[in-house]
């Protein structure tokens, strides 16, 4: 089964996505538009970069403390989390899912993930 | 060629890299090994505001922001800047940023 | 208020932190035997801050185009490293083991609702 169709069938997931780190193609499962998972991937996308450069300069403060290769990272908003691993973002419901299960899983699954890709 | 800005007042410190990063060449009043660490933070850092310029224009939906044409980052002593592949440390009460985007906008030209 | 030291009692946590609106880090617990040090600290508090400013953005566009609410303000951000992940919300952080790492009490505890 795909990580996707994996993730997507989880409690309180309201979508899932993959985006290439090139930045060129993008593919979603759930509920937003082509216009709204488009501009997911790009904001995903764009935090992990920003992720992985910070992760870097704080190897330098601590080198080998266990920061490199950064997995992923959280967004929390009031009623909704974005999680994100790798290059799969999930879109979460607060009140419906689990993130601890979600960020689990997706670690089982992406963790990983070479970060030479990046 | 890409030490020219280096001529101008202010400048410590010039590299340029390659789009995957990879450095090219560096020059300057720095260590080897703090040019190479000025090429990765460049490279990254285009990368970024290229990120977030896109986000920029997709949420406004205003031309004009993509692509970058470059970035400044002021600090109180110094300045990070950067055109294309080049990079730039200049010290804030000797250099004319303006002076050096110009130069480094002519040099990612030519 | 939120409880530094309820904060260390999270399962695998190995620093808690406290920082301004700037980023710059005020006060700070780190777990004895743990490898980071407040220099790591200070540069942790600075990403913590400048990523939830990014999320921020991100959520004010998002809701202005979509017209789906529900993300802005932000209230937390989690960076999971190759080891541990620091979860922040509001001006307080706490960095925790990934392995069996809580991150919804982690943000309970920092200050944001849901469930656990």
Same mark, same amino acid.
Request: proline fraction near 3%.
């Given at each position: 089964?795909?990580?996707?169709?994996?993730?997507?069938?989880?409690?309180?997931?309201?979508?899932?996505?993959?985006?290439?780190?090139?930045?060129?193609?993008?593919?979603?499962?759930?509920?937003?538009?082509?216009?709204?998972?488009?501009?997911?991937?790009?904001?995903?996308?764009?935090?992990?970069?920003?992720?992985?450069?910070?992760?870097?300069?704080?190897?330098?403060?601590?080198?080998?403390?266990?920061?490199?290769?950064?997995?992923?990272?959280?967004?929390?908003?009031?009623?909704?989390?974005?999680?994100?691993?790798?290059?799969?973002?999930?879109?979460?419901?607060?009140?419906?899912?689990?993130?601890?299960?979600?960020?689990?899983?997706?670690?089982?699954?992406?963790?990983?993930?070479?970060?030479?890709?990046? | 060629?890409?030490?020219?800005?280096?001529?101008?007042?202010?400048?410590?410190?010039?590299?340029?890299?390659?789009?995957?990063?990879?450095?090219?060449?560096?020059?300057?009043?720095?260590?080897?090994?703090?040019?190479?660490?000025?090429?990765?933070?460049?490279?990254?850092?285009?990368?970024?505001?290229?990120?977030?310029?896109?986000?920029?224009?997709?949420?406004?939906?205003?031309?004009?922001?993509?692509?970058?044409?470059?970035?400044?980052?002021?600090?109180?002593?110094?300045?990070?800047?950067?055109?294309?592949?080049?990079?730039?440390?200049?010290?804030?009460?000797?250099?004319?940023?303006?002076?050096?985007?110009?130069?480094?906008?002519?040099?990612?030209?030519? | 208020?939120?409880?530094?030291?309820?904060?260390?009692?999270?399962? /695998?946590?190995?620093?808690?932190?406290?920082?301004?609106?700037?980023?710059?880090?005020?006060?700070?617990?780190?777990?004895?035997?743990?490898?980071?040090?407040?220099?790591?600290?200070?540069?942790?508090?600075?990403?913590?801050?400048?990523?939830?400013?990014?999320?921020?953005?991100?959520?004010?566009?998002?809701?202005?185009?979509?017209?789906? /609410?529900?993300?802005?303000?932000?209230?937390?951000?989690?960076?999971?490293?190759?080891?541990?992940?620091?979860?922040?919300?509001?001006?307080?952080?706490?960095?925790?083991?990934?392995?069996?790492?809580?991150?919804?009490?982690?943000?309970?505890?920092? /200050?944001?609702?849901?469930?656990?």
């Amino acid at each position: 089964m795909s990580v996707l169709l994996e993730l997507s069938g989880k409690p309180g997931v309201i979508a899932v996505g993959e985006y290439s780190y090139r930045g060129d193609r993008f593919s979603v499962k759930g509920e937003l538009s082509d216009e709204m998972a488009r501009m997911a991937s790009i904001m995903c996308r764009t935090t992990t970069m920003s992720e992985h450069m910070q992760a870097r300069i704080l190897d330098s403060f601590c080198p080998d403390c266990g920061i490199l290769p950064p997995q992923g990272w959280i967004v929390r908003g009031p009623m909704f989390t974005v999680c994100n691993i790798a290059n799969v973002f999930c879109f979460l419901d607060n009140n419906t899912g689990s993130l601890n299960e979600i960020v689990a899983q997706m670690r089982e699954l992406l963790g990983d993930t070479d970060p030479k890709l990046i | 060629m890409i030490k020219r800005p280096l001529a101008s007042d202010g400048v410590l410190a010039v590299c340029s890299f390659r789009d995957d990063g990879a450095h090219l060449e560096g020059y300057g009043f720095m260590p080897d090994e703090m040019l190479r660490a000025l090429t990765g933070f460049a490279h990254e850092y285009k990368r970024i505001v290229q990120g977030n310029q896109d986000q920029l224009s997709m949420f406004t939906q205003m031309r004009g922001w993509t692509p970058p044409g470059g970035w400044i980052v002021r600090g109180k002593l110094l300045t990070v800047c950067s055109v294309a592949n080049l990079v730039c440390v200049v010290e804030n009460a000797e250099g004319h940023l303006n002076t050096i985007m110009r130069e480094l906008q002519e040099l990612a030209r030519s | 208020m939120t409880d530094m030291n309820k904060l260390m009692s999270l399962n /695998g946590a190995i620093a808690a932190f406290r920082f301004t609106d700037q980023g710059e880090l005020e006060e700070h617990l780190i777990a004895s035997g743990s490898d980071i040090n407040e220099d790591a600290l200070d540069l942790l508090a600075h990403v913590c801050q400048a990523n939830l400013s990014i999320a921020t953005m991100q959520a004010r566009g998002w809701e202005k185009v979509s017209g789906q /609410g529900g993300f802005y303000p932000i209230e937390g951000f989690t960076v999971i490293g190759l080891e541990w992940s620091a979860v922040a919300q509001g001006n307080y952080g706490v960095v925790l083991k990934n392995e069996g790492a809580d991150y919804q009490t982690a943000f309970n505890l920092l /200050g944001g609702g849901g469930a656990s």
